[in-house]
Nanobody
Framework: QVPLVESGGGLVQAGGSLRLSCAAS????????MGWFRQAPGKERELVAA???????SYADSVKGRFTISRDNAKNTVYLQMNSLKPEDTAVYYC????????????WGQGTQVTVSS
């Protein structure tokens, strides 16, 4: 188990930026793949960005070129830098951890609200 706590959400105007942080507890953080998901009202949860234990990254097409995921294993923290935000980025953002060798994300944070006004 890796308890996760997100922070950094808020209200921002379209075109603005936010950085989300996800702090993890435990000594095995570096061995986990980490992901940022989001869920907007009435929509399914979607994977926005992911980073492997080795630092490889992947992004949903809708955020490529605007969002950057990174991790600092010394701080047990994963980040999501969000630039050029659009109203359609409005959602609750969750970070999640996937143990090495597993297919599913098993640990989830409580979520942080991101609202982008037009």
């Amino acid at each position: 188990q890796v308890p996760l706590v997100e922070s950094g959400g808020g209200l921002v105007q379209a075109g603005g930026s936010l950085r989300l942080s996800c702090a993890a507890s435990g000594r095995t953080f570096s061995g986990y793949a980490m992901g940022w998901f989001r869920q907007a009202p009435g929509k399914e949860r979607e994977l926005v960005a992911a980073i492997s234990s080795g630092g490889s990254t992947s992004y949903a097409d809708s955020v490529k070129g605007r969002f950057t995921i990174s991790r600092d294993n010394a701080k047990n923290t994963v980040y999501l830098q969000m630039n050029s935000l659009k109203p359609e980025d409005t959602a609750v953002y969750y970070c999640a951890a996937r143990p090495g060798g597993k297919i599913k994300y098993e640990n989830w944070g409580q979520g942080t609200q991101v609202t982008v006004s037009s």
